[in-house]
């Protein structure tokens, strides 16, 4: 569907130049005057350009079609150009003239203008196309701008992200840098040390001692003979955790005078505020006074848990034979099987309190450490039974 220029101008309020000139700043230079058909997707187009405030090129409209094809056919505008070039031609579909016209006679042509009264140069035909409206260039640089600092910010964030990551990985690399600088530095440390001086072994072995075998018995001849003095004992150590956790497992400090029956640790009589469990004598008169309550109790199975493996030999020499006793570690996640136990002696503080209501469950008598030395455990169980 279309619609006249010129009654599309009526319906919009306004006149068929301002419309023209509308259509030509849209681009659509091919309607000339008010009789051409405008199509319905121009309207449409026309409508919003129109409602966004867009104004109209100047154009100035050519005469109607129909008006300058009656002024021909009635030569109201005056003789045509073929009847100029010949005369007593008529038109095609124009009515023949009853009377001929007279042959015109050519005017004379004024004397040509000298160059400096030349007519100024003719401006072109086409309309000038105005500069865009301040209003759309405003709008133009403000999504220019819009945009550019979008893509700023954006730009921004992937640069302090990249940043962010640089720096990640730089400190890792300074810890892993400052880590292998210490551990070439202790590996240089260590060389040097034996390097400069050298250990008990090497020294045993230059006086003849081959294997590990004849420089224990040789070292044990020497302390049970009181033949260590200071020049053994101030010997440097390289690795001195390694000789602390011996130490720890296999030396345990009693007060006054160490027990008797121990196997595989060393007990050494110490001052009482240095001592980590009473004296042999006092822990013998514990251990037969706990046989007895056992006993009278009935109480013959007894399952000890957490109990350190130096202290196994040793409580099975110093109970009563008659007592059934079985050691085993703590497990947590696994709970012992308890159905033929008649005491669960615990000697691992570090049991966690559901452990211990499982026990008193399934248990009649369930004793805990409160530290993990022999006397503590020792004093635990004799309570329980006096409780009991």
């Not at 100035?60 to 150009?81: H, I, K």
């Not at 034979?321 to 000697?347: G, H, I, N, S």
Request: aromatic share 4%.
């Amino acid at each position: 569907m279309a619609t006249r220029l010129r009654k599309l101008a009526r319906k919009l309020g306004r006149s068929p130049d301002e419309v023209l000139g509308l259509l030509h700043r849209m681009g659509y230079v091919r309607y000339k005057s008010g009789e051409d058909m405008v199509a319905d997707p121009v309207i449409a187009k026309l409508q919003t350009a129109i409602k966004t405030g867009l104004r109209a090129q100047p154009v100035a409209t050519t005469g109607d079609r129909r008006s300058a094809a009656g002024a021909r056919q009635t030569g109201a505008e005056g003789p045509s150009l073929m009847d100029q070039l010949v005369p007593g031609v008529v038109p095609l579909g124009a009515a023949a003239s009853t009377t001929q016209r007279a042959p015109q006679v050519p005017r004379p042509r004024p004397p040509a203008k000298r160059a400096s009264e030349a007519a100024p140069p003719k401006a072109s035909s086409s309309p000038a196309v105005p500069p865009p409206s301040t209003a759309d260039s405003q709008t133009d640089l403000r999504l220019k701008w819009v945009r550019t600092e979008a893509a700023l910010a954006e730009e921004q964030r992937l640069r302090a992200k990249l940043e962010a990551e640089v720096a990640e990985l730089r400190a890792e690399l300074e810890r892993e840098q400052a880590l292998r600088a210490e551990q070439e530095q202790r590996a240089q440390a260590i060389e040097a040390r034996q390097q400069t001086r050298p250990t008990v072994r090497e020294v045993f072995a230059a006086r003849g001692l081959r294997g590990g075998d004849e420089m224990s018995r040789a070292l044990a001849g020497l302390v049970s003979g009181r033949h260590v003095d200071d020049a053994l004992l101030e010997c440097a150590v390289d690795d001195p955790e390694r000789l602390q956790q011996l130490l720890q497992s296999r030396l345990v400090l009693f007060d006054t005078e160490p027990a008797q029956g121990l196997a595989g640790v060393v007990g050494v009589g110490v001052s009482p505020d240095r001592s980590e469990v009473p004296s042999g004598r006092r822990l013998h008169s514990e251990v037969s006074a706990l046989s007895e309550a056992l006993l009278l109790w009935g109480h013959r199975r007894v399952r000890i848990v957490g109990a350190p493996p130096m202290w196994h030999g040793w409580l099975r020499t110093q109970l009563d034979a008659r007592l059934d006793l079985r050691f085993e570690p703590l497990r947590v996640d696994a709970e012992p099987r308890l159905d033929a136990v008649d005491v669960l002696w615990c000697w691992d503080v570090s049991a966690p309190p559901s452990l211990r209501e499982a026990w008193a469950a399934d248990v009649r008598c369930v004793a805990v450490a409160k530290s993990p030395e022999v006397g503590s455990a020792l004093s635990a169980l004799s309570e329980r039974l006096r409780d009991a």
